[in-house]
T-cell receptor, first 111, second 111 residues
């Protein structure tokens, strides 16, 4: 049981490039989330999903897209990367009304 | 809009001391509260989940309490150790089932 896994661990992008952050969970959780964490700002919700085929925007969705074709996977797509997207990205999942489990994070730098 | 505040932002104590971390939230209509630990450069590790029907949860040297009516939770750490040094985050459910986080308390335990 690996829990929540994220790839890559680190990435440097040039302005305008695109990339996909991968997230997979093996706990059969319906609920999945993407957060970003910036120094001094806490964690902010980007997108979330309550099941395969269902996604919705969080607090800071601009510049990102998601899809949820399976229960296990919840990739986050960055189109046209900007310096403001330099951050640490965390994927999380949970069962209904249960505790939330986090992946190890992806540290992204956009230069 | 739900807001979560953690005081103090930073705390330094000598090894062996008992300590309390505080978390307050503005909307008392929550169904649970979760405490996390985050080590530098790492992901979030769930410590305790308290359901709204509970007043306390214990795990080893950690004890978390929840008082919904006053909008407060505390995390009590007994006999602190240098290995307890980390940032501690509390979080409550927000709109769309995701979590709303406080900015954390950074704890340093000196030997």
């Amino acid at each position: 049981n690996a829990g929540v896994t994220q790839t890559p661990k680190f990435r440097i992008l040039k302005i305008g490039q695109s990339m996909t952050l991968q997230c997979t969970q093996d706990m059969n959780h319906n609920y999945m989330y993407w957060y970003r964490q910036d120094p001094g700002m806490g964690l902010k919700l980007i997108y979330y999903s309550v099941g395969a085929g269902i996604t919705d925007k969080g607090e800071v969705p601009n510049g990102y897209n998601v899809s949820r074709s399976t229960t296990e996977d919840f990739p986050l797509r960055l189109e046209l990367a900007a310096p403001s997207q330099t951050s640490v990205y965390f994927c999380a999942s949970r069962a209904r009304d249960a505790e939330q489990y986090f992946g190890p994070g992806t540290r992204l730098t956009v230069t | 809009k739900q807001e979560v505040t953690q005081i103090p932002a930073a705390l330094s104590v000598p090894e062996g001391e008992n300590l309390v971390l505080n978390c307050s939230f503005t909307d008392s209509a929550i169904y649970n509260l979760q405490w996390f630990r985050q080590d530098p450069g790492k992901g979030l590790t769930s410590l305790l989940l308290i359901q709204s029907s509970q007043r306390e949860q214990t795990s080893g040297r950690l004890n978390a309490s929840l008082d919904k009516s006053s909008g407060r939770s505390t995390l009590y750490i007994a006999a602190s150790q240098p290995g307890d040094s980390a940032t501690y985050l509390c979080a409550v459910p927000g709109a769309g089932t995701a979590l709303i986080f406080g900015k954390g308390t950074t704890l340093s335990v000196s030997s």
